[in-house]
């Protein structure tokens, strides 16, 4: 007979609440009654656990980058480079757009009180491995001459910086998401723009696509 799994303690209790109340009310539910309430114990736990809310704040954001980095390392890979670059930024978005609220907080651009060393997200140990995620992937199409050797931190911020402005677009519900029209030309693009081949950026894109979609 198997053991049951181990329950997860308050601490994760907590952090577990929180998430839910963000993505379910957004940043304003992040407060400790509303967080303790979904538990059942009292308003001292938050500060017994995490110091305050602002240390409450910066676990969520911590736990946010980790499952980031967890996602998108899940999918199944795929042995083109630059195909499996881009079915990374499938997974991105994925991740995004299913948790719009906890993305927005990562990266800063929804309000709630945090300490101010967790201005520098990815400084952290867990946004260091999330980013670390995206500039593998960047380093392997070089090192594959899929694209021409070049920094490749600078072209991993150039990547994230287009996928993070769409995702926040469609997050704000400013556009809406069109995988061929915008995102795959966007894509394919920005590839070209840091050297690939467009013939050969396009049928990795269908690769990545075609790798998505069996793996839902």
Same mark, same amino acid.
């Given at each position: 007979?198997?053991?049951?799994?181990?329950?997860?303690?308050?601490?994760?209790?907590?952090?577990?609440?929180?998430?839910?109340?963000?993505?379910?009310?957004?940043?304003?539910?992040?407060q400790?009654?509303?967080?303790?309430?979904?538990?059942?114990?009292?308003?001292? $736990?938050?500060?017994?656990?995490?110091?305050?809310?602002?240390?409450?704040? /910066?676990?969520?954001?911590? =736990?946010?980058?980790?499952?980031?980095?967890?996602?998108?390392?899940?999918?199944?890979?795929?042995? =083109?480079?630059?195909?499996?670059?881009?079915?990374?930024?499938? $997974?991105? *978005?994925?991740?995004?757009?299913?948790?719009?609220?906890?993305?927005?907080?990562?990266? *800063?651009?929804?309000?709630?009180?945090?300490?101010?060393?967790?201005? =520098?997200?990815?400084?952290?140990?867990?946004?260091?491995?999330?980013?670390?995620v %995206? %500039?593998?992937?960047?380093?392997?199409?070089?090192?594959?001459?899929e694209?021409? /050797?070049?920094?490749?931190? $600078?072209?991993?911020?150039?990547?994230?910086?287009?996928?993070?402005?769409?995702?926040?677009?469609?997050?704000?519900?400013?556009?809406?998401?069109?995988?061929?029209?915008v995102?795959?030309?966007?894509?394919?693009? %920005?590839?070209?723009? %840091?050297? $690939?081949?467009?013939?050969?950026?396009?049928?990795?894109?269908?690769?990545?696509?075609?790798?998505?979609?069996?793996?839902?």
């Open positions: 007979m198997e053991k049951s799994s181990t329950p997860p303690g308050p601490r994760q209790r907590l952090l577990d609440a929180a998430l839910r109340l963000l993505e379910a009310e957004g940043p304003q539910a992040l400790a009654r509303r967080v303790t309430a979904e538990i059942g114990v009292s308003t001292m $736990a938050v500060y017994t656990h995490f110091g305050g809310m602002p240390g409450l704040v /910066d676990a969520i954001v911590r =736990e946010g980058l980790t499952r980031f980095a967890a996602h998108v390392r899940a999918r199944p890979p795929v042995a =083109e480079p630059l195909a499996d670059l881009f079915a990374g930024g499938l $997974a991105f *978005g994925e991740f995004a757009l299913t948790n719009p609220r906890l993305y927005s907080l990562m990266f *800063g651009l929804v309000g709630a009180p945090r300490p101010p060393a967790a201005s =520098e997200t990815f400084t952290t140990a867990e946004g260091m491995d999330a980013l670390s %995206l %500039l593998g992937s960047v380093e392997r199409v070089i090192e594959a001459g694209l021409p /050797d070049q920094d490749a931190r $600078a072209a991993a911020t150039q990547i994230l910086s287009v996928t993070h402005g769409y995702l926040m677009l469609l997050i704000g519900g400013f556009v809406e998401e069109e995988l061929r029209d995102m795959g030309p966007m894509a394919i693009n %920005l590839m070209v723009g %840091l050297g $690939a081949d467009r013939a050969r950026a396009e049928r990795a894109l269908v690769t990545a696509v075609a790798s998505r979609v069996d793996a839902g």
